[in-house]
């Protein structure tokens, strides 16, 4: 992937996810052209498993314990004037007149919410608001390897400020080219596809 010069690029939540696993990462990938070998095949499985997971999922639960009106599922969101698209596992409407996406994760909730996740849930948030029109002060994830667990993120103004950030952050490792610092955490480092091409 490219940024045009003309500003009609757009990025997407997983491309943050990338890039706050290691900014080396977003490098590789968007700016080398080298792609993930994984990739495809992951996005594969993964809407596979959502259209099965979706089925622990009580509807009725999320009616009493959320609030929910209407569920719009795999939703495909554009918002061209902040360079950012997505697509949303599900849309929620609730009964307070409030929006919010819920996505399913395909891990086990070990009691905390990690930063990375609270920002694609933010950018998904921030997606709603500006295709619906629609307040959206929280997110969902639901973690599938913990009995479907349901976690509330709450989404205020200074986590939408810093998820922008980071995406402006993202952006620019693929407009200029420039080769970046690796992330402050090795210990991801032997998971990485790239991790033998990368300098240290």
Not at 51 to 60: I, K, L
Not at 88 to 106: H, I, Q, R, S
Not at 124 to 138: C, M
Not at 139 to 157: F, M, Q, W
């Amino acid at each position: 992937m490219t940024l045009a010069k003309d500003d009609s690029w757009h990025l997407t939540p997983s491309h943050l996810l990338e890039y706050l696993y290691c900014p080396r990462f977003t490098y590789f990938e968007h700016v080398l052209q080298i792609p993930e070998r994984q990739e495809k095949r992951f996005k594969v499985q993964k809407g596979r498993a959502v259209h099965e997971e979706r089925q622990h999922v009580n509807p009725g639960y999320l009616r009493k314990k959320l609030g929910v009106v209407k569920r719009e599922l795999d939703v495909e969101l554009n918002a061209m004037n902040l360079h950012l698209r997505g697509k949303v596992d599900e849309v929620l409407t609730l009964a307070d007149g409030t929006m919010a996406p819920f996505d399913y994760k395909y891990a086990e909730h070990k009691g905390r919410l990690y930063r990375n996740l609270k920002i694609q849930v933010a950018l998904y948030a921030i997606l709603i608001e500006e295709v619906y029109q629609t307040p959206v002060p929280r997110g969902y994830l639901c973690y599938t390897r913990s009995n479907h667990k349901v976690i509330e993120v709450p989404v205020d103004a200074e986590l939408k400020t810093d998820a922008l950030s980071e995406l402006k952050n993202c952006a620019e490792v693929i407009r200029s080219g420039v080769y970046p610092t690796a992330t402050d955490w090795p210990a991801r480092c032997p998971d990485c596809c790239y991790r033998n091409l990368c300098i240290q």
